[in-house]
Nanobody, 126 residues
Framework: QAQLVESGGGLVQTGGSLRLSCAASGRTFSNYPMGWFRQAPGKEYELVAAINWNGGDTYVADSVKGRFTISRDNAENAVFLQMNSLKPEDTAVYYC???????????????????WGQGTQVTVSS
């Protein structure tokens, strides 16, 4: 069964950094656009970053622009989220997700994603 498993979350201080990883198993996601979403306490799901199938095009939300970077290594069947200059408002459960069809551009709508990981907790202390 295909799975996406996030890792790399944890507790960090304001201004710190974390590198989240999303490892795929069961089948390759190398040709699929991917995204990172987060859900903060009491908040709706938010698209943080997205990447097209080959990593040549990326998107980051305004709230994390200049601080977060999405990347992928298709040889490792993995996608990453480098998180720098973390703020308390970045505290959330972070999820990686795969778009329902392979190839093509990045996608920003949650409705375009049909494969989701279980999430990894990121907590930023003040």
């Amino acid at each position: 069964q295909a799975q996406l498993v996030e890792s790399g979350g944890g507790l960090v201080q304001t201004g710190g950094s974390l590198r989240l990883s999303c490892a795929a198993s069961g089948r390759t996601f190398s040709n699929y656009p991917m995204g990172w979403f987060r859900q903060a306490p009491g908040k709706e799901y938010e698209l943080v970053a997205a990447i097209n199938w080959n990593g040549g095009d990326t998107y980051v939300a305004d709230s994390v622009k200049g601080r977060f970077t999405i990347s992928r290594d298709n040889a490792e069947n993995a996608v990453f989220l480098q998180m720098n200059s973390l703020k308390p408002e970045d505290t959330a459960v972070y999820y990686c997700a795969a778009v329902r069809v392979p190839g093509g551009p990045l996608y920003k709508s949650p409705r375009s994603y049909n494969q989701w990981g279980q999430g990894t907790q990121v907590t930023v202390s003040s």
